[in-house]
């Protein structure tokens, strides 16, 4: 999911028909909330109680990307922190059913299947995830411009790996 499309969720959930004073329109014609507008749909979304998994994915996500937009140091250090290498990237395991060990997410039983399934998984990301950076740093986007494109590839990424991968949108 696109920041542009983050803003148009924002913007129906604020039943905001109309451009606030403080909205900013973006290079492409859009607009962009406020940053008031923003932490008050983060807001709105953590009191909900029933939020099911959906929003809670997209509060997680918005909740990065808003952190991100605050400080460019914020940026870059979640831009690293969401693009793992292939050596860095690690499963989330669990140990509690001992010597059978599961994925904590999912509950999957760890076999050699799903290891070799998670380790292709996670050269085919790593390697996508420094070329989107390198691309994006040789023509001078920003760290958070480059975070919402890897947020949204680890988004599209297969559910089962994002469960073994404890990736949470």
């Known amino acids: 999911m696109t920041l542009e499309m983050l803003n148009y969720l924002i913007e129906f959930a604020l039943n905001n028909t109309s451009k606030s004073p403080d909205s ?3 290079a492409g014609g859009h607009q962009q909330p406020s940053d008031d507008e923003l932490s008050a749909f983060i807001a709105s979304l953590s009191q ?3 939020s099911g998994d959906a929003l809670s994915k997209i509060k997680y996500r918005l909740e990065l990307l808003f952190a991100a937009q ?9 831009l690293s922190a969401n693009t793992p290498t292939e050596e860095e990237a690690w499963p989330v395991m669990n140990f509690a059913h001992w010597p059978a060990v599961h994925y904590a997410a999912s509950g999957e039983v760890q076999t050699p299947e799903s290891e070799a399934y998670f380790q292709r998984i996670t050269a085919a990301a790593a390697t996508i995830r420094s070329a989107i950076t390198d691309a994006e740093r040789a023509k001078g986007t920003s ?25 949470q949108y």
């Open 24 to 26: 900013k329109i973006t």
């Open 70 to 78: 605050q400080d460019s140091a914020k940026a870059e250090q979640l």
């Open 143 to 167: 760290a958070f411009h480059t975070l919402e494109k890897i947020l949204a590839l680890n988004s599209a990424l297969p559910e089962r790996y994002k469960a073994m991968a404890n990736i």
């Open 48 to 50: 909900k109680k029933e």
